[in-house]
């Protein structure tokens, strides 16, 4: 946008045009005001991200060459922990690289910020998963920190829909505008949940959704850390423990986190592919194997292990061949989780539109000049 104060004194500032919301949205009357010294201070930080980011990646894999040089017919678990280390890093390197392309086109922060927030999972996801092979001690540990930043993720998914929406009032709008079908539960849920009142109360509902699975997640990681040290948590055992008991509520408590999600997604999927096209499938389809396909793996191993089909080998006894397992299927799984967040949560789409309205301010500044 131009401001000319006067004739011989013209201010260039850059604003944040509309992102082409549906037409619900009323426009989106939330600009943001980007200073270009905003823009470039941004630019900055993400080449000081990459510079850091291939630093520490190199240096890491040195290490790696090195300590597996020292290890070579050392230790049992070297194959799977190396061939763990390179499924991790790949799905790193991945993930910053898009995380990087969006600070270097830093354009519209409000939805730029949940983009790289919702592709860190995957970094914070491989890096704990692999170090939980070597130190099994602590895994328990990291897995409380990855579940508690679950929680985080799919609560910044639903802000990441309103603010693609065109913000709170559009999507309340939008939602109040759409058929009541959309507020009936589906398949198995219909025996077990109400029907949502489309408009504020829909939202409201999605909203407690995601914050009572942050409340549960939050809970299970302090129960972790509080009863792990005792020898009272009694992971992947399956009985009167503590580790039984959050399992059954963080069950629980997902399936209603994940369904909420769910609803919300498939009321605004449709708003979401015109006149942009969002990819609403494809970001639903990744945080569902970040949050559900992950848990229902650690789910499946936990059985395993109390059904006697793991058993002890090469001197691990269940507890850490089931960890060992289920964090070198998490690794291996980031890898095509961070694929897909390249497609869905992509810098591009951002670029192309900031490109179509720059070309369009311009079109408009030089009819400007032409008409005085």
């Given at each position: 946008?131009?401001?000319?104060e006067?004739?011989?004194?013209?201010?260039?500032?850059?604003?944040?045009?509309?992102?082409?919301?549906?037409?619900t949205?009323?426009?989106?009357?939330?600009?943001?005001?980007i200073s270009?010294?905003q823009?470039?201070?941004?630019?900055?930080?993400?080449?000081?991200?990459?510079?850091?980011?291939?630093v520490?990646i190199?240096?890491l894999?040195?290490?790696?060459?090195?300590?597996?040089?020292y290890d070579?017919g050392?230790?049992?678990?070297?194959?799977?922990?190396?061939?763990?280390?390179?499924?991790a890093?790949i799905a790193?390197?991945?993930?910053?690289?898009?995380?990087?392309?969006?600070?270097?086109n830093?354009?519209?922060?409000?939805i730029?910020?949940?983009?790289?927030?919702?592709?860190?999972?995957?970094?914070?996801?491989?890096?704990?998963?692999?170090?939980?092979?070597?130190?099994?001690?602590?895994?328990?540990?990291?897995?409380?920190?990855?579940n508690?930043?679950?929680?985080?993720?799919?609560?910044?998914?639903?802000?990441l829909?309103?603010?693609?929406?065109?913000?709170?009032?559009?999507?309340?709008?939008?939602?109040g505008?759409k058929?009541?079908?959309?507020g009936?539960?589906k398949?198995?849920?219909?025996?077990?949940?109400?029907?949502?009142?489309?408009?504020?109360p829909f939202?409201?509902?999605?909203?407690?959704?995601?914050?009572?699975?942050?409340?549960?997640?939050?809970i299970?990681?302090i129960c972790?850390?509080?009863?792990?040290?005792?020898?009272?948590?009694?992971?992947?055992?399956f009985?009167?423990n503590v580790?039984?008991?959050?399992?059954?509520?963080?069950?629980?408590s997902?399936?209603?986190?994940?369904?909420?999600?769910?609803?919300?997604?498939n009321?605004t999927?449709?708003?979401?592919?015109?006149?942009?096209?969002?990819?609403?499938?494809?970001?639903?389809?990744?945080?569902?194997?970040?949050?559900?396909?992950?848990?229902l793996?650690?789910?499946?191993?936990?059985?395993?292990?109390n059904?006697?089909?793991i058993?002890?080998t090469?001197?691990?006894?269940?507890?850490r061949?089931?960890?060992?397992?289920?964090?070198?299927?998490?690794c291996?799984l980031?890898v095509?989780?961070?694929?897909?967040?390249?497609f869905?949560?992509?810098?591009?789409?951002?670029?192309?539109?900031?490109?179509?309205n720059a070309d369009?301010e311009?079109?408009?500044?030089?009819?400007?000049?032409?008409?005085?």
């Amino acid at each position: 946008m131009v401001e000319l104060e006067n004739d011989n004194d013209v201010e260039v500032s850059l604003l944040e045009p509309d992102l082409n919301f549906p037409s619900t949205s009323a426009s989106h009357s939330l600009r943001r005001i980007i200073s270009q010294e905003q823009q470039d201070r941004i630019r900055e930080i993400g080449r000081i991200v990459i510079g850091v980011t291939a630093v520490t990646i190199t240096a890491l894999v040195i290490y790696l060459l090195c300590v597996a040089w020292y290890d070579f017919g050392n230790k049992d678990d070297n194959l799977l922990y190396y061939s763990a280390a390179l499924f991790a890093n790949i799905a790193t390197i991945i993930s910053m690289r898009d995380i990087c392309l969006h600070l270097l086109n830093w354009n519209y922060p409000h939805i730029q910020i949940y983009y790289i927030k919702i592709i860190f999972i995957v970094p914070v996801f491989s890096i704990f998963s692999w170090i939980s092979l070597r130190w099994f001690e602590a895994e328990v540990y990291f897995e409380a920190i990855i579940n508690a930043y679950e929680a985080f993720i799919i609560n910044r998914y639903r802000q990441l829909l309103i603010e693609l929406m065109g913000g709170k009032e559009a999507t309340i709008q939008a939602l109040g505008e759409k058929d009541p079908k959309y507020g009936k539960p589906k398949a198995c849920f219909k025996c077990c949940c109400k029907e949502w009142e489309m408009g504020f109360p829909f939202l409201e509902h999605v909203k407690f959704g995601t914050h009572q699975l942050i409340v549960v997640k939050c809970i299970n990681a302090i129960c972790i850390c509080v009863f792990a040290p005792l020898e009272k948590y009694g992971n992947m055992k399956f009985s009167a423990n503590v580790y039984t008991i959050m399992s059954v509520i963080v069950i629980f408590s997902t399936i209603k986190g994940s369904y909420a999600i769910y609803m919300f997604s498939n009321a605004t999927k449709e708003d979401l592919r015109s006149p942009k096209n969002w990819k609403p499938s494809g970001k639903l389809a990744s945080i569902k194997c970040v949050i559900a396909l992950t848990h229902l793996i650690g789910l499946s191993v936990a059985i395993l292990v109390n059904t006697d089909t793991i058993k002890n080998t090469r001197g691990w006894d269940e507890d850490r061949v089931a960890a060992l397992l289920q964090n070198y299927i998490y690794c291996i799984l980031m890898v095509f989780i961070s694929i897909l967040n390249s497609f869905v949560f992509s810098y591009l789409d951002f670029r192309d539109i900031g490109q179509d309205n720059a070309d369009d301010e311009r079109g408009a500044i030089i009819q400007q000049e032409i008409a005085d």
